[in-house]
């Protein structure tokens, strides 16, 4: 499948959100959304993803 993957397009084996965050190595808290929309984290195992879809991963960043 592809999707874009924080402005970059990419090919993916996942269909499910979750199983995308394990796929390209994202651990720890993240926020998460797809095609401009918040997935909450409990969601994530739920949330399909089709083709096109643009996903956004970001995680937190320490310091002041």
Do not use: W, Y
């Not at 397009?9 to 095609?35: H, K, Q």
Request: hydrophobic fraction near 45%; glycine fraction near 12%.
């Amino acid at each position: 499948m592809k999707i874009v993957l924080n402005g970059e397009p990419r090919e993916v084996c996942a269909e499910i959100l979750s199983d995308l965050l394990v796929e390209c190595g994202f651990s720890g808290r993240v926020a998460t959304a797809v095609n401009e929309g918040f997935v909450p984290a409990g969601l994530r195992i739920a949330h399909k993803l089709a083709d096109g879809d643009r996903v956004e991963v970001v995680a937190p960043m320490q310091g002041g």
